[in-house]
């Protein structure tokens, strides 16, 4: 039976297909497009979860996000503080993610490169440690990891039928 933390690197290794299939061969106007007037990119999906992956997993190993130590803040050149990751922004700010295909998967790369270099310095006990007894029940690490899976796997999806949409039959 796999470890833990083998079955999480299996979890965002299947995220990073997923994300790579996404845009893989869009542009940066359709990476843009919207289906209906409110409805998110998949630019902005993409570096949603990516940013949520960043800042959580940085979080956890006690590191700078790679959004900023590594410069994809400056080459995304985005009009929002560096510290954002999406969460909570309006129609308007979804509209102002509009970047290339390749600085969205190239991000991400780099984000699930460390996301997975840390999984693989994890044992069950790390795993097992509480990080946040803000919660009944307090957080693990192990849990803060599965949402963070659980909420990447949904953004992706999400790309994903958006690109099924653009794609047409």
């Known amino acids: ?7 999480l690197v299996d979890g965002f290794n299947r995220v990073q297909e997923s994300v790579r299939a996404a845009v893989e061969g869009l542009t940066t106007e359709q990476l843009a497009q919207r289906v ?3 409805a998110n990119t998949i630019a902005w999906l993409v570096w949603h979860l990516a940013r949520v992956e960043d800042d959580h997993v940085s979080d956890l190993a ?14 995304f050149g985005l009009p929002f503080e560096e510290s954002v990751t999406g969460y909570g922004q309006s129609s308007q ?8 295909a390749a600085l969205l998967s190239g991000y991400y790369d780099a984000v699930h490169e460390r996301t997975v270099g840390y999984l693989d310095g994890l044992d069950e006990v790390r795993l097992g440690d509480v990080i946040d007894d803000a919660w009944d029940p307090p957080v693990t690490r192990a849990v803060r ?3 963070v899976l659980n909420d990447t796997t949904q953004h992706v999806g999400q790309a994903a039928f958006v690109r099924g949409l653009l794609d047409g039959p």
């Not at 039976?1 to 079955?7: G, K, L, S, Y």
């Not at 006690?62 to 400056?74: H, K, L, R, V, Y």
């Open 36 to 38: 209906a007037p409110e």
């Open 145 to 147: 990891l599965v949402s």
């Open 93 to 100: 700010e979804v509209a102002r993610v509009e970047v290339s």
């Open 62 to 75: 006690g590191t700078d996000q790679i959004w900023t130590s590594d410069g994809w803040a400056s080459r």
């Open 1 to 7: 039976m796999p470890a833990v933390n083998e079955v």
